[in-house]
């Protein structure tokens, strides 16, 4: 069974049965979180407080991956870092239930974090440098790398093959990203030898959640190692002197917890490149889901790829910039 016809058979009932399957009875509130690579729901639970169950999408991660991410935030958990692990229950974290797996979390409740205070980002940048703490103790085995060709040359490869560019700008993407890699080529050049630890992965602000006692990260769905810039560099945004600004303020807190290697600051951009990339074919793996045409009808016209088209070609230029430097 393909991972979009094992989504349709999610239905109501196969959800509640699936807790009912660990123990969990739900009370009948449902409600589909903002989730497309996976299926999440909150569920009111009889007599209990309401929890968040995560289906994953099938053959995307090992059974091992998945347990090799709990573990991961289980033991940031055990150092006091405020995330959000997934449920123990009859000593498992991870369960099955038809032809689905599935987690249980506590609900957690906030705010997106306003980006635009100094003493918010430094305040993230502590939390970050916590996580990366954490990270750098051990490797992952079972989870996968960023690295170039799994971000980059794999990704760019799957959308030329596959006939989601337009014919009459096929040419033009496969000139424009040729150069595009070879630009992040020479950011790595430049970086050298840098670490490589695990990492949240998706560190962007929508993974963030702010209440009264600060933040706390969600959904590490997509931890893997990496150089612990892809943690940062979401969280910049503006123009060039407002991204220092907001380095500073971040690099400010990390380092309360984590030295940060600057030569990592050649890859900002580089890291910025390989994104755009792989959104891209990320949209197009998945579009046999009919989740993603109903979410990104914009997606596969010709006006799409031009926009990416010039989005390559102005990230060519910004590698060749000099680095971001903190004030």
């Keep these: 069974m393909n991972d979009t016809a094992s989504f349709f058979s999610l239905t109501p009932d196969c959800l509640l049965d699936a807790l009912q399957s660990i123990g969990l ?17 909150q569920v009111g639970i009889d007599g209990g407080a309401p929890v968040v169950v995560k289906f994953y999408r099938p053959a995307r991660w090992s059974d091992e991956a998945i347990l090799e991410e709990h573990a991961f935030v289980a033991e940031m958990a055990a150092q006091e870092i405020p995330v959000v692990p997934a449920m123990t229950i009859d000593g498992k974290t991870l369960h099955r239930f038809d032809d689905f797996r599935f987690a249980v979390f506590p609900r957690q409740g906030g705010r997106a974090p306003e980006l635009g205070d100094p003493a918010t980002l430094e305040w993230l940048g502590r939390f970050i440098g916590r996580i990366h703490a954490v990270g750098a103790t051990q490797p992952f085995v079972h989870r996968p790398a960023l690295t170039i060709d799994t971000f980059g040359v794999a990704p760019r490869d799957y959308l030329l093959a596959h006939d989601f560019i337009p014919m009459e700008l096929q040419d033009a993407y496969r000139s424009v990203s040729a150069q595009a890699l070879d630009g992040v080529r020479h950011c790595y050049a430049r970086a050298g030898d840098v670490r490589s630890l695990r990492l949240h992965g998706d560190c962007h602000v929508g993974n963030v959640l702010w209440t009264d006692k600060g933040p706390h990260f969600v959904d590490f769905d997509d931890a893997r190692m990496g150089p ?13 002197a407002e991204r220092v600004r907001q380095l500073s303020d971040l690099l400010a807190g990390y380092e309360d917890f984590m030295e940060f290697d600057a030569r990592e600051l050649h890859l900002v951009e580089a890291l910025r490149t390989l994104r755009l990339i792989h959104y891209s074919a990320w949209l ?24 990416r088209i010039l989005e390559l070609r102005e990230q060519i230029a910004l590698m060749d910039e000099a680095p971001l430097w903190p004030a």
Excluded: I, K
């Design 25 to 41: 009875y739900g009370d009948g509130r449902l409600l589909a979180l903002n989730s497309y690579e996976n299926r999440v729901y």
């Design 228 to 240: 612990a810039t892809q943690d940062l560099w979401m969280l910049l945004s503006g123009e060039r």
């Design 284 to 307: 197009a793996q998945r579009w046999d889901d009919p989740a993603f045409p109903a979410a990104f009808p914009w997606f596969n016209m010709p006006r799409y790829w031009q926009d």
